[in-house]
């Protein structure tokens, strides 16, 4: 008789066959018991559903009979399965848990050549990082953390999707010279997810406030780039997105102006009117004029 663990995943038996037994490791504790290791592919990890049971056979002369095995489930019905799912197991990642999960990506990658596969989850594992702190790990784990925390951006980002965004709660601790804008230059959205992501990128506003002035103008640059003919986002981008101070200012408006002209250049002139009369209403006189300034200085070309 022996205490398994079934699945409808092929690592847990597919419902077919008790491959996975259960043991005690310590004897002394009779309700803990465990398995062995048992490497699940991220494939399969979207919703596992699963059961505890008793398995008995009795052997025969001619070995295994089916006949004679018997699996005794927990509950009654597949209402009563028990459900594992991606996100459970990184919920539970803090601490001493991201060590472990970053050096695995790091090795996952670097047999890879710095790649994660399409369906690799890279939301989950960004989404474990709020909490994280660089003291929790040892010193010579820093640079695997940085490579681990790279591709996990760049996959997240090229495959549409903002959880990346999430490192600008942590880049002090992970990238305070935020290098990894650098990794996302070819990054390009259609104009329906450049809205989303422009109007996601309010959120991080507040954890680009103390940024020093060189990363915060890369930063801003970059999004500046990305709102390719887009002028509304850009208005959007501008107002709600963006700091300012003198500095920033001098450092942006060229760039800034070029993107305007380049918006421009590619309307007629019923887009033309729809944008102006989508100019902020909150805009002040001394808003339009600057506005006005930069399509008409010719040293910003």
């Given at each position: 008789m022996d205490n398994v663990v079934f699945s409808d995943v092929k690592e847990l038996g597919s419902w077919e066959n008790p491959i996975v037994k259960l043991h005690q490791p310590f004897p002394q504790n009779s309700i803990y018991w465990k398995s062995d290791s048992v490497t699940i592919s991220a494939q399969n990890f979207d919703?596992?559903?699963?059961?505890?049971?008793?398995?008995?056979?009795?052997?025969?002369?001619?070995?295994?009979?089916?006949?004679?095995?018997?699996?005794?489930?927990?509950?009654?019905?597949?209402?009563?399965?028990?459900?594992?799912?991606?996100?459970?197991?990184?919920?539970?990642?803090?601490g001493k848990y991201i060590k472990f999960w970053n050096i695995n990506v790091w090795h996952y990658i670097s047999k890879r050549k710095g790649k994660l596969p399409d369906d690799f989850p890279s939301d989950l594992l960004l989404n474990a990082l709020k909490e994280y702190k660089q003291e929790i790990l040892p010193l010579d784990t820093k640079d695997q953390m940085y490579t681990a925390i790279i591709a996990l951006i760049q996959h997240n980002a090229f495959q549409t999707k903002f959880e990346w965004l999430i490192v600008f709660e942590i880049a002090t601790e992970v990238d305070p010279n935020y290098t990894f804008i650098n990794h996302l230059k070819t990054l390009k959205y259609s104009d329906e997810n450049l809205s989303n992501f422009?109007?996601?990128?309010?959120?991080?506003?507040?954890?680009?406030?103390?940024?020093?002035?060189?990363?915060?103008?890369?930063?801003?640059?970059?999004?500046?780039?990305?709102?390719?003919?887009?002028?509304?986002?850009?208005?959007?981008?501008?107002?709600?997105?963006?700091i300012y101070n003198n500095e920033i200012e001098n450092n942006l408006l060229k760039c800034f102006g070029e993107r305007i002209r380049e918006c421009i250049s590619h309307d007629d002139a019923v887009a033309l009117e729809y944008h102006f009369k989508e100019v902020p209403v909150n805009w002040t006189k001394e808003n339009i004029t600057a506005i006005k300034r930069l399509l008409h200085d010719d040293t910003l070309y």
């Amino acid at each position: 008789m022996d205490n398994v663990v079934f699945s409808d995943v092929k690592e847990l038996g597919s419902w077919e066959n008790p491959i996975v037994k259960l043991h005690q490791p310590f004897p002394q504790n009779s309700i803990y018991w465990k398995s062995d290791s048992v490497t699940i592919s991220a494939q399969n990890f979207d919703k596992i559903q699963y059961k505890y049971a008793i398995h008995t056979s009795k052997p025969t002369f001619f070995g295994r009979n089916e006949k004679n095995e018997k699996l005794a489930f927990e509950g009654i019905d597949s209402q009563d399965n028990r459900t594992l799912t991606l996100r459970q197991m990184i919920n539970l990642i803090s601490g001493k848990y991201i060590k472990f999960w970053n050096i695995n990506v790091w090795h996952y990658i670097s047999k890879r050549k710095g790649k994660l596969p399409d369906d690799f989850p890279s939301d989950l594992l960004l989404n474990a990082l709020k909490e994280y702190k660089q003291e929790i790990l040892p010193l010579d784990t820093k640079d695997q953390m940085y490579t681990a925390i790279i591709a996990l951006i760049q996959h997240n980002a090229f495959q549409t999707k903002f959880e990346w965004l999430i490192v600008f709660e942590i880049a002090t601790e992970v990238d305070p010279n935020y290098t990894f804008i650098n990794h996302l230059k070819t990054l390009k959205y259609s104009d329906e997810n450049l809205s989303n992501f422009i109007d996601i990128c309010k959120s991080i506003k507040p954890y680009t406030i103390n940024i020093k002035l060189e990363p915060y103008v890369e930063i801003a640059k970059w999004l500046i780039q990305l709102c390719r003919h887009k002028i509304d986002t850009l208005y959007i981008l501008w107002r709600d997105v963006l700091i300012y101070n003198n500095e920033i200012e001098n450092n942006l408006l060229k760039c800034f102006g070029e993107r305007i002209r380049e918006c421009i250049s590619h309307d007629d002139a019923v887009a033309l009117e729809y944008h102006f009369k989508e100019v902020p209403v909150n805009w002040t006189k001394e808003n339009i004029t600057a506005i006005k300034r930069l399509l008409h200085d010719d040293t910003l070309y």
